[in-house]
């Protein structure tokens, strides 16, 4: 038994040598090991702490291992280090910002921690920390990582942002805004900055509870985007602080309906190059443009007309840049709510004779009606008034009659019929005149009259008569190639006013809501345009 006995003893310290030597190869050893560099996920935060940080260490440098433990060690200076072992806890006070064990950090993985940051109580708001990873946290514990001087953690007070002003601008920036908190850093350098929607705004502190900012270009947004707000006590977000809008610009903002060719505008703004503009080839209604519009404009279906459209194009669009874009704006044609050209609404009641005679005018003619066009059943295409009679009731045309009737009504002051051949643009050529084959040709005095027909862009006008009067150059290129009759009409001009100017990505009838795609600037300061007589 005596023998049994101790071969059992032995056993059993055999047992237990092994199983010590197993939990010492289990627990790691630290001699001569070289703190890693540490690095953390943000800097600064608030002195009550509560925020989450990360704390990681480049890959192939030490490894962490659950068990380790991280304390916030107050610097003296920027070159104070962590202590070489575990320091035992200091409480901070009102002039000393103390050593600061965290309870627990977690280990994500060998080479990175989540760190709960940990209360500094009274510490001075200047405090700056090293942040040291330890073995353990006893007086054995061994410095495995820790924050370099450019590295370490600040404090200060937490900051609250309670609202922006104004809540939305045009999206190519210049908004001052305003932004309501509490507890902003005032001293010099603040350590304050901000970002909105991912952009860094340069800041003006006003106080302790408000600073302003001008809001840089971005892309409209049509949710909300964030304001960021970084200071030495951590970070702040509004998460739906700011709209950026579809907003334009435009320059000049004023014109003369009296103008012949129209007057360049430029028209500035955010995403333009996603836009159809068609300056080359057949534009049509759904590609974008660039209209004036009194009010809001509202495509959405109305009896096949526009809620609100257009009064007039500003055409030819060239696309400078993403930002920037330069049309003509023509005045002197109007257009009608159903996005025609509107036409002059003068009409007398006259006898015709098969001749150049026009008896029993009503109402009666003006002496400045001599050289107007005139139509009307019994008006040869191309007819003028080339004389009035005294008291207007009688008058002399440039063409006789086609017939002898009394009491001929309807009969247009101001507008005329011709033919000719519309011809649109083409890619791939050179363009000529866009309306030739004019019969019977046109005169000196067609400049600036507006023209209609197929092919024909509603608001067009004449801008430049050949000698010979058979070809012609227009206000908008041609939307399609045609032969046939043409209507040449006194424009009927923009009225004097304030307008908008806006610019759409499609502009058929009723493209809201029907394209899910459809973009529209919006109504803002920047976008008024008036129109003048002068």
Not at 41 to 49: E, H, I, L, M, V
Not at 321 to 335: G, I
Not at 376 to 387: E, K, V
Not at 448 to 469: C, E, F, H, L, Y
């Amino acid at each position: 038994m005596h023998t049994t006995a101790r071969a059992r003893t032995s056993r059993l310290l055999t047992a237990l040598g092994m199983a010590g030597a197993l939990l010492s190869m289990a627990t790691p050893g630290f001699a001569a090991v070289t703190p890693a560099t540490l690095t953390l996920s943000s800097t600064q935060g608030p002195n009550t702490g509560g925020n989450m940080i990360t704390a990681s260490v480049p890959a192939g440098s030490t490894q962490f291992f659950p068990g380790v433990d991280v304390e916030f060690q107050v610097a003296a200076s920027a070159s104070t280090a962590c202590t070489p072992l575990y320091a035992a806890p200091v409480s901070p006070t009102s002039s000393a910002g103390g050593i600061i064990d965290v309870p627990f950090a977690m280990v994500v993985s060998a080479t990175r921690l989540a760190i709960n940051v940990p209360g500094f109580g009274p510490a001075p708001l200047t405090s700056k920390y090293n942040v040291c990873v330890y073995s353990t946290n006893n007086s054995t514990g061994q410095l495995l990582a820790q924050t370099t001087s450019a590295g370490q953690y600040s404090i200060g007070t937490r900051v609250s942002v309670g609202n922006v002003w104004p809540t939305s601008g045009p999206a190519q920036g210049g908004t001052t805004i305003t932004v309501f908190g509490n507890n902003l850093p005032t001293t010099t350098p603040s350590g304050l900055t901000a970002t909105l929607g991912g952009l860094p705004l340069n800041i003006t502190v006003l106080g302790n509870n408000s600073f302003t900012a001008v809001t840089p270009p971005h892309a409209p947004s049509p949710t909300p985007v964030p304001l960021v707000v970084n200071s030495p006590g951590g970070t702040t977000i509004i998460a739906r602080a700011f709209t950026y809008a579809n907003g334009i610009t435009v320059s000049p903002s004023t014109a003369p309906n009296t103008r012949m060719g129209g007057t360049s505008v430029d028209v500035q703004g955010v995403g333009f190059a996603g836009l159809n503009f068609m300056m080359t080839g057949n534009p049509d209604d759904k590609n974008s443009h660039v209209y004036l519009v009194r009010g809001l404009y509202d495509p959405a279906n109305n009896g096949g007309a526009k809620r609100n459209g257009e009064l007039v194009e500003c055409a030819n669009p060239m696309l400078i840049s993403d930002t920037e874009l330069v049309c003509m704006m023509n005045l002197q044609a109007s257009l009608t709510s159903t996005g025609t050209t509107a036409l002059p609404t003068r009409t007398i009641t006259a006898d015709t004779h098969t001749d150049t005679s026009l008896a029993n005018i009503s109402p009666a003619l003006s002496p400045s009606d001599q050289g107007e066009r005139i139509s009307g059943t019994g008006i040869a295409p191309g007819t003028t008034i080339a004389a009035v009679g005294a008291g207007g009731t009688s008058a002399t045309l440039s063409t006789p009659t086609l017939a002898t009737a009394t009491g001929v009504t309807g009969i247009a002051v101001g507008i005329g019929t011709a033919t000719a051949t519309v011809t649109a643009p083409s890619p791939n050529s050179n363009p000529g005149p866009p309306m030739t084959a004019i019969s019977p040709p046109l005169t000196q005095n067609d400049n600036g009259k507006a023209v209609t027909g197929t092919g024909i862009a509603p608001g067009t006008t004449i801008i430049n008569v050949s000698q010979d009067g058979t070809t012609a150059s227009l206000s908008t290129q041609p939307m399609s190639t045609a032969t046939g009759t043409i209507t040449i009409s006194d424009p009927v001009p923009v009225p004097v006013g304030a307008y908008f100017v806006t610019v759409i990505s499609n502009g058929t009838v009723g493209a809201w809501p029907a394209d899910p795609n459809y973009t529209q600037s919006v109504i803002s300061g920047g976008a008024t345009f008036t129109v003048s007589d002068f």
